[in-house]
């Protein structure tokens, strides 16, 4: 069956960094786009970012992370990626990873990530 474990997550200081990880099973990892989101309690989830399938030659970010995040992956070890650099207080959140197969959502259960001086 489908599975995402993110990991990576942690407690830094504003301006800090981080690198979250997100292991892929149970399907063809390199056939799907992947996206990162983010939810803070009490407010619905926000997409982070995006990568297509394949060469991931195609990404998007919200507006909110642009020239701070970079998503990539690795299809050799279906893995996907969120570098962060320059965080901010307001980066702080539970960060997802998330595919869609067959119309289905398939969910990891996140990597809380604190940003606080």
């Known amino acids: 069956q489908v599975q995402l474990v993110e990991s990576g997550g942690g407690s830094v200081r504003p301006g800090g960094s981080l690198r979250l990880s997100c292991a892929a099973s149970?399907?063809?990892?390199?056939?799907?786009?992947m996206y990162w989101y983010r939810q803070v309690p009490g407010k619905g989830r926000e997409l982070v970012a995006s990568?297509?399938?394949?060469?991931?030659?195609?990404?998007e970010y919200a507006n909110s992370v642009k020239g701070r995040f970079t998503i990539s992956r690795d299809n050799a070890k279906n893995m996907l990626f969120l570098q962060m650099n320059n965080l901010k207080p307001e980066d702080t959140a539970v960060y997802y990873c998330?595919?869609?197969?067959?119309?289905?959502?398939?969910w990891g259960r996140g990597t809380q990530v604190t940003v606080s001086s």
């Open positions: 990568i297509t399938n394949a060469g991931g030659g195609y990404r």
């Open positions: 149970g399907f063809t990892f390199f056939r799907h786009m």
């Open positions: 998330q595919t869609t197969q067959s119309g289905t959502e398939y």
